[in-house]
């Protein structure tokens, strides 16, 4: 090829008129099509946390600056919901999807802060100051207020001019250092804001099964039949947990029932609404109690083998015009001694494995309800007596082997002050069924917060209780220990089916463990 001297003038003007407009801002600018953008996530730091909102205990995700180069400062600036969550599979509420609002908040305290007495004004100050001036009022109170022995002359080691406020959503661990550092000091005012959550279902569920918290993970209610809620609303505060109720709903065709004063977000999906009048919980419980033990609705080989039905009360045992037995009218107190068991020569229990025997607990439980008629519960709850059958029946289709029913209860429980009888109402119902250990059964406590243990479990601890083994870990077999699924020499307990293995521990309130004849 060729270039004459004219098509070179020609060329290099075309090219003059080109660069002229492109510096004058003619050129056609980039399709964004063909850039890709930078992934926000691509440099940041990930870690995994649970939001502590409420006790489902959402997995999450966060995103921080700060990969180590030299000029990032570590900085939250994305939370999503952890898709290897067993309980939240990724999903997040409102509360958990707004933590970093949270975190970055203007109102968020930073540091310690100081309000002198009489001043209506905060005044930060440094660290060092905070922890010397705390130390030394602590210091200065303990030494002028700490008891060592009381008026009897029993040493106590107790300081009782000063409380401790901790928080109910900082880590288990924590908890349990608040709860060390305290009891070393002899503190014993220490509170947080899972007491009044709390304190009633440990009340409730610890005489009845050994331990007082939730018997159930959040992803086995999907395996129950049957889902009664009371004194709760999961749909509406514990949205993500929730997701496992509408899963038994599919995966079993379960019943959702919802008892509640006012027809809230649960009752608009459940199957069944029913109205009760605030606080007559108990009422409607122990009449369904009294349902299940006239009509025989209960499972007798799990209420024999399993409960403290057959175990034979003391004679000086009674319950008259509303008070039991050893009740001091002027010390405004109970003597126990007669609510005991009756013991044979060798100091066990007597059982009468028939349950006909007129003092045990079975037919002494009997006599107590047969007073919560359903005409008397519909008279007092408010709830149409045509509603209370309808839902007795159903939790009575429960009582064979082979299904589950489940409670769900929060703070409308809790927060009366009869919680724990209601709590414990509840219990008593999940056992004359057989629904307890079994898969999908059990009394769930909806918490608010999801690090309650470490703060109200009694401390210090060095040891877990008997039976009571770490997940996933192979324990040597032991008298009175559940048989471990994960080892093939020894049999599973399957719905329904019993099991010499299983421990025969028959708790009393105060009392050391009774255990079944036979047993050590």
């Given at each position: 090829?060729?270039?004459?001297?004219?098509?070179?003038?020609?060329?290099?003007?075309?090219?003059?008129?080109?660069?002229?407009?492109?510096?004058?801002?003619?050129?056609?600018?980039?399709?964004?099509?063909?850039?890709?953008?930078?992934?926000?996530?691509?440099?940041?730091?990930?870690?995994?946390?649970?939001?502590?909102?409420?006790?489902?205990?959402?997995?999450?995700?966060?995103?921080?600056?700060?990969?180590?180069?030299?000029?990032?400062?570590?900085?939250?600036?994305?939370?999503?919901?952890?898709?290897?969550?067993?309980?939240?599979?990724?999903?997040?509420?409102?509360?958990?999807?707004?933590?970093?609002?949270?975190?970055?908040?203007?109102?968020?305290?930073?540091?310690?802060?100081?309000?002198?007495?009489?001043?209506?004004?905060?005044?930060?100050?440094?660290?060092?100051?905070?922890?010397?001036?705390?130390?030394?009022?602590?210091?200065?109170?303990?030494?002028?207020?700490?008891?060592?022995?009381?008026?009897?002359?029993?040493?106590?080691?107790?300081?009782?001019?000063?409380?401790?406020?901790?928080?109910?959503?900082?880590?288990?661990?924590?908890?349990?250092?608040?709860?060390?550092?305290?009891?070393?000091?002899?503190?014993?005012?220490?509170?947080?804001?899972?007491?009044?959550?709390?304190?009633?279902?440990?009340?409730?569920?610890?005489?009845?099964?050994?331990?007082?918290?939730?018997?159930?993970?959040?992803?086995?209610?999907?395996?129950?039949?049957?889902?009664?809620?009371?004194?709760?609303?999961?749909?509406?505060?514990?949205?993500?947990?929730?997701?496992?109720?509408?899963?038994?709903?599919?995966?079993?065709?379960?019943?959702?029932?919802?008892?509640?004063?006012?027809?809230?977000?649960?009752?608009?999906?459940?199957?069944?609404?029913?109205?009760?009048?605030?606080?007559?919980?108990?009422?409607?419980?122990?009449?369904?109690?009294?349902?299940?033990?006239?009509?025989?609705?209960?499972?007798?080989?799990?209420?024999?083998?399993?409960?403290?039905?057959?175990?034979?009360?003391?004679?000086?045992?009674?319950?008259?015009?509303?008070?039991?037995?050893?009740?001091?009218?002027?010390?405004?107190?109970?003597?126990?001694?007669?609510?005991?068991?009756?013991?044979?020569?060798?100091?066990?229990?007597?059982?009468?494995?028939?349950?006909s025997h007129p003092r045990c607990v079975l037919n002494l439980l009997k006599q107590h309800v047969s007073r919560y008629t359903p005409e008397r519960v519909s008279q007092i709850c408010g709830t149409p007596q045509a509603d209370f059958l309808e839902i007795c029946e159903i939790m009575a289709s429960t009582s064979v082997p082979d299904k589950t029913a489940t409670f769900l209860y929060a703070l409308g429980w809790t927060h009366h002050t009869t919680g724990a009888q209601m709590i414990r109402g509840s219990g008593m119902i999940q056992l004359l069924l057989g629904n307890i250990g079994m898969a999908g059964g059990g009394v769930n406590a909806l918490r608010g917060?999801?690090?309650?243990?470490?703060?109200?479990?009694?401390?210090?601890?060095?040891?877990?209780?008997?039976?009571?083994?770490?997940?996933?870990?192979?324990?040597?077999?032991?008298?009175?220990?559940?048989?471990?699924?994960?080892?093939?020499?020894?049999?599973?307990?399957?719905?329904?089916?019993?099991?010499?293995?299983?421990?025969?521990?028959?708790?009393?309130?105060?009392?050391?463990?009774?255990?079944?004849?036979?047993?050590?």
């Amino acid at each position: 090829m060729t270039l004459g001297r004219r098509q070179f003038f020609k060329l290099c003007t075309a090219g003059a008129v080109a660069t002229t407009a492109v510096s004058l801002g003619f050129a056609p600018t980039t399709a964004n099509a063909s850039q890709s953008r930078q992934y926000k996530l691509l440099r940041a730091r990930e870690t995994r946390n649970n939001c502590t909102y409420c006790s489902v205990g959402c997995g999450i995700l966060m995103y921080s600056l700060g990969d180590g180069a030299k000029n990032a400062k570590a900085r939250i600036f994305h939370i999503e919901g952890d898709p290897d969550h067993p309980v939240s599979r990724g999903s997040l509420c409102p509360k958990g999807a707004g933590l970093v609002d949270y975190i970055h908040s203007e109102q968020r305290l930073l540091y310690p802060e100081y309000r002198a007495p009489g001043s209506d004004q905060w005044q930060r100050v440094s660290w060092d100051y905070a922890i010397e001036r705390i130390a030394r009022l602590m210091k200065d109170d303990r030494d002028a207020n700490f008891i060592e022995k009381n008026a009897k002359g029993v040493t106590v080691n107790r300081w009782l001019s000063t409380g401790m406020l901790c928080s109910s959503a900082a880590s288990s661990e924590t908890g349990s250092l608040d709860q060390r550092f305290t009891r070393a000091l002899g503190i014993l005012g220490t509170d947080s804001q899972a007491r009044v959550c709390h304190a009633p279902t440990v009340s409730a569920l610890a005489p009845t099964f050994g331990r007082g918290a939730m018997t159930n993970n959040w992803v086995d209610i999907k395996n129950a039949n049957v889902v009664l809620i009371m004194g709760g609303n999961p749909a509406e505060a514990h949205p993500v947990g929730f997701k496992w109720v509408i899963e038994a709903k599919i995966r079993n065709g379960a019943k959702v029932i919802v008892v509640d004063p006012r027809f809230n977000r649960s009752a608009a999906v459940a199957d069944i609404y029913s109205p009760v009048r605030a606080g007559s919980d108990v009422t409607f419980l122990m009449g369904m109690v009294n349902y299940l033990l006239s009509n025989d609705r209960i499972q007798h080989e799990y209420v024999r083998a399993y409960t403290n039905a057959s175990l034979i009360v003391r004679s000086d045992y009674r319950f008259d015009d509303g008070l039991f037995s050893g009740y001091d009218a002027k010390a405004r107190r109970y003597d126990r001694s007669s609510w005991a068991y009756e013991l044979d020569e060798q100091g066990h229990a007597r059982r009468d494995l028939s349950l006909s025997h007129p003092r045990c607990v079975l037919n002494l439980l009997k006599q107590h309800v047969s007073r919560y008629t359903p005409e008397r519960v519909s008279q007092i709850c408010g709830t149409p007596q045509a509603d209370f059958l309808e839902i007795c029946e159903i939790m009575a289709s429960t009582s064979v082997p082979d299904k589950t029913a489940t409670f769900l209860y929060a703070l409308g429980w809790t927060h009366h002050t009869t919680g724990a009888q209601m709590i414990r109402g509840s219990g008593m119902i999940q056992l004359l069924l057989g629904n307890i250990g079994m898969a999908g059964g059990g009394v769930n406590a909806l918490r608010g917060h999801s690090n309650i243990p470490g703060l109200h479990r009694p401390w210090p601890a060095l040891a877990a209780p008997a039976g009571l083994h770490e997940p996933a870990v192979r324990q040597p077999g032991q008298p009175g220990d559940l048989p471990q699924g994960n080892d093939p020499k020894r049999p599973t307990a399957r719905p329904g089916q019993l099991l010499p293995e299983h421990p025969q521990v028959l708790y009393q309130p105060d009392e050391e463990p009774v255990r079944r004849q036979g047993h050590p």
